[in-house]
């Protein structure tokens, strides 16, 4: 079996609280096996499109699609080894596709081809659910309505869209009171999970921090920017919440530098954007040699979601998986059959050869790419 292609779809959708852009990557064989993966960066899609047909024509095409760790190390290198988002997020969406048509030549589950899993459920935490910025009254509504759907877990942002390096001492107590508010509204035995977006200095993300600890956030979440590995091991090191970050690392190498320097407590790569199964199945190793946990990024598509359902499943170190499956509604569950749906803050594995997805073309084609401003991309 040869490979004879690559077809993509841009797939735009609207929800209550975000639009997003998904580029869904299909890598096309000579005996009529499709593999499926993604390469979403929600703003410049057509760039990383275009880079995707580039390497499908001057590499990919002929090649044995069993071999996939050689070709996620050819195209890494013959790119010249470059990071970054743009050319890591090409690597991923082709590396989750070459990972789907394995287990459809071999009839398995990609978790399968990963080692098997260690567990046959999946806790998830929601995200996309909440009114940004809201009052605190608001938000303990919102959070309320999300444990009534099943969930344990749910992750905000309680800083509001103005704060940047220091807030002011009234947005100060606003975050404080919007979390107080949510912890109020869910009870003790629903996780709160803090994102700060990597918008504060140390000494500001410490005196927030130090003010919420009495509400026991499950974690915080780059509190400073997640690329300088000193001022997050300075927050790490004075806060009694574990710290996350790795939403915007790419490939293993910044990943090494934050375990080695014990600078977090959770590593969160996005499966779309880090190099894919291959890459992030290496920094899951990686972490667990330190006791580090993985709770992989994911404002994918159902395509990205169920990739990193697979990864997750397979790690000894998994914690916690990134879920917005039901806040991205309509579309989410129609354009990919095959996704799993939270039951009480839990998925189960996905069934089937490959990542056990299919598409509906129909409705990619009914919703083609639509340029999109920051401001509009939402949470």
Not at 90 to 113: E, F, H, T
Not at 127 to 155: F, H, Q
Not at 158 to 184: H, M, N, W
């Amino acid at each position: 079996m040869k490979i004879t292609g690559i077809k993509t779809n841009i797939f735009s959708s609207r929800h209550s609280n975000a639009k997003r852009n998904w580029l869904i990557v299909r890598i096309q064989t000579d005996e009529g096996l499709e593999g499926i993966g993604e390469s979403s960066m929600l703003s410049v899609d057509p760039i990383v499109n275009s880079l995707i047909q580039d390497w499908s024509e001057n590499y990919l095409v002929g090649k044995d699609p069993l071999a996939g760790q050689v070709h996620w190390t050819r195209l890494h290198q013959d790119n010249l080894g470059r990071g970054g988002r743009l050319f890591s997020t090409v690597l991923s969406g082709i590396d989750i596709a070459l990972w789907d048509l394995r287990g459809k030549i071999l009839g398995v589950p990609v978790y399968q081809l990963l080692g098997g899993p260690f567990r046959d459920k999946l806790r998830v935490y929601a995200n996309g659910w909440y009114t940004n910025p809201a009052s605190p009254e608001l938000i303990a509504e919102e959070a309320k309505k999300v444990v009534a759907m099943g969930y344990t877990a749910m992750k905000f942002d309680p800083f509001g869209k103005i704060a940047y390096t220091t807030i002011s001492p009234e947005e100060a107590q606003l975050s404080v009171d919007r979390v107080a508010a949510v912890r109020e509204a869910v009870g003790p035995n629903v996780d709160i999970l803090i994102e700060v977006h990597a918008r504060f200095n140390v000494y500001t993300a410490v005196g927030l921090a130090k003010r919420m600890e009495q509400y026991r956030p499950f974690w915080y979440e780059e509190p400073v920017s997640q690329e300088n590995t000193n001022e997050m091991r300075q927050v790490r090191d004075k806060i009694d919440i574990p710290v996350a970050t790795g939403e915007r690392l790419y490939l293993k190498f910044p990943f090494f530098d934050l375990v080695k320097n014990e600078a977090v407590d959770i590593l969160q790569p996005d499966i779309c954007n880090a190099g894919g199964i291959t890459e992030l199945h290496k920094i899951g190793a990686m972490a667990e040699s330190q006791h580090v946990m993985m709770a992989p990024h994911n404002t994918n598509s159902a395509v990205g979601t169920v990739a990193s359902f697979h990864l997750d499943t397979s790690m000894p170190n998994f914690l916690i998986q990134e879920y917005h499956a039901e806040f991205y509604e309509p579309h989410y569950f129609e354009v990919v059959q095959g996704l799993p749906r939270q039951q009480n803050g839990y998925v189960d594995l996905p069934e089937g050869p490959g990542l056990g997805i299919t598409l509906d073309d129909e409705l990619l084609d009914r919703h083609p790419y639509m340029p999109l401003g920051m401001s509009e991309r939402g949470i």
